[in-house]
């Protein structure tokens, strides 16, 4: 008797045994992840170069500019005028308006597309140009007795509805926009620092931050358009320096139209000062901005500029102050993000080692956002990266374009990693692209191929690879002088 109940006893035992272990299993695997075990990728919404259009159905303007921008989508939302296509073509012909940019059925089917395939995305950056071109002259046709301050006030209303419309889309996500060359007050490239319009816009931008920082970064941004946020989690220790650069622009003057450099040293200065608390913070920077550093070599080859001859090529800037500080502190910023282009792009931030060769700068990969404003001809695009939150390095991105000008249909264009066979967009990927790209002077890799397709779409890659080897010089020879360098040796015959 005793020997069977000491082996039911071992039995039930074994079976209680057995039981709190396959419960603890789950348990401990919940708790401690696999070893090694890469965490998981944070999406990311990167949006550009919307230039909403509100004189897109001209007799609604009128509504718009007395209404709050809260009204606006109601108001743009109601069948368009029966005259709508005569009046807005009439406006724009005044206006030698170069192309149309995003009416309000296509910002609609754009954040209709963000929603669709960036549902999870834990923040959104919007790298400028919120309103759209020839502004100013289409704002006096409509309003030819408009009373002072009432520009100013209209253009405000556009660029708090574009905001408000991202935010409406994405109610708990984060948004960090910036300023870009045709958000101003006054006109094109022109702003003043220290203005009423910075500071009541500085409001707007910030309005979501936490608390702790909204104040500076409405301080900062009242005094030129720029500000520090900390990226929000799960990015560990990341921070976001964002800059309004069109005061360092090679076209900007103040609203009165005069020259003024402060504004730009002022900027730099400050972000020299942000870098090196973040460095001393151990923090990882991303740094966006609207115009890119470097040369526009598209802009070099369309008016014939012989640099080989001692012409020199077209900047962006107005100095090489942003590229230099940046890879300074190359050891600090993970990442680059800009556009004005309106074409899906890259450039690489390389350290000038004939200026310092002991210098331990590093190099910067920078992306360059697609535009939603079809203006130039491009269809309308927006990215989706994929960050790894413990390094706020980009491991990848996709783009997602729409099928024509007008919104109708959005699909996914390319995967880089599938396209580029990079294991991530950072420095050394991105040199090693660019590497093949020089390698290859007649862009007949599947590389060159791809971002053939991918700049401006199947239609305008043999623009492009017309003058390829010049443009590949400037993806990663920033300065004049490097990029000289790069076009006359690598490219002789090209002058």
């Known amino acids: 008797m005793q020997n069977t109940m000491s082996g039911a006893l071992r039995h039930q035992l074994k079976r209680c045994l057995l039981a709190s272990c396959l419960l603890l299993v789950p348990a401990l695997s919940i708790a401690q992840p696999a070893a090694g075990k890469a965490p998981t990728a944070v999406p990311v919404l990167m949006v550009s170069d919307i230039h909403f259009e509100p004189f897109w159905d001209p007799a609604k303007v009128q509504q718009l500019a007395a209404a709050p921008a809260s009204l606006w989508a109601s108001i743009l939302a109601a069948p368009a005028s029966s005259d709508q296509q005569l009046r807005f073509a009439a406006l724009q012909k005044g206006c030698r308006a170069k192309g149309v940019d995003s009416s309000f059925p296509l910002l609609e089917s754009s954040l209709h597309a963000m929603k669709t395939n960036a549902a999870d995305a834990k923040f959104i950056t919007l790298s400028g140009d919120l309103i759209s071109h020839a502004f100013p ?55 003043d620092a220290h203005s009423d319009f910075l500071s009541t816009e500085g409001q707007s931008f910030a309005a979501k931050f936490p608390v702790p920082e909204q104040g500076h970064a409405q301080e900062s941004f009242a005094a030129g358009g720029y500000y520090s946020v900390a990226l929000p989690a799960p990015i560990q220790h990341g921070r976001l320096l964002v800059l309004d650069d069109l005061f360092m622009s090679a076209r900007y003057t103040t609203c009165a139209k005069s020259p003024d450099l402060s504004a730009a040293a002022a900027q730099i200065a400050w972000l020299r000062d942000r870098l090196t608390m973040a460095r001393r913070n151990k923090e990882k920077v991303w740094v966006m901005g609207h115009i890119p550093p470097g040369i526009d070599p598209y802009a070099t080859a369309s008016k014939l500029t012989d640099v080989c001859s001692g012409q020199p090529a077209v900047a962006f800037l107005n100095s090489d102050a942003l590229e230099q500080t940046l890879s300074e502190y190359g050891d600090v910023v993970q990442l680059a993000i800009f556009a004005h282009t309106h074409m899906d792009e890259l450039r690489l931030i ?46 990848g991105y996709r783009v997602f374009e729409s099928s024509d ?60 690879k017309a003058f390829w080897p010049q443009y590949v010089c400037a993806l990663q020879n920033l300065t004049t002088e490097s990029y000289k360098n790069c076009v006359c040796t690598a490219t002789p015959a090209a002058h």
């Open 350 to 395: 390389t350290p000038d080692k004939t200026a310092d060769p002991s210098a331990s700068q590093k190099s910067v990969a920078l992306k360059m956002v697609p535009s939603i404003s079809p203006v130039d001809g491009n269809n309308p695009a927006f990215t989706v990266a994929s960050i790894d939150p413990a390094t706020a390095v980009m491991m």
């Open 137 to 191: 002259c289409k704002f006096a046709a409509v309003f030819p007795h408009a009373a002072p301050g009432d520009y100013k006030a209209f253009v405000q209303k556009t660029v708090d509805f574009v905001l408000a419309e991202l935010r409406a889309t994405f109610p708990s996500v984060p948004l960090y926009a910036a300023l870009g060359n045709n958000d101003s007050d006054c006109a094109d490239y022109a702003l």
């Open 405 to 464: 000008h007008l919104g109708t249909s959005w699909t996914q264009e390319y995967e880089y990693a599938k396209a580029y066979h990079q294991p991530s967009f950072s420095a050394a990927p991105v040199e090693n692209l660019i590497a093949g790209f020089k390698a290859d002077p007649k862009a007949l890799s599947s590389a060159s191929e791809a971002y053939l397709n991918n700049y401006f779409g199947k239609a305008g890659r043999m623009e492009l």
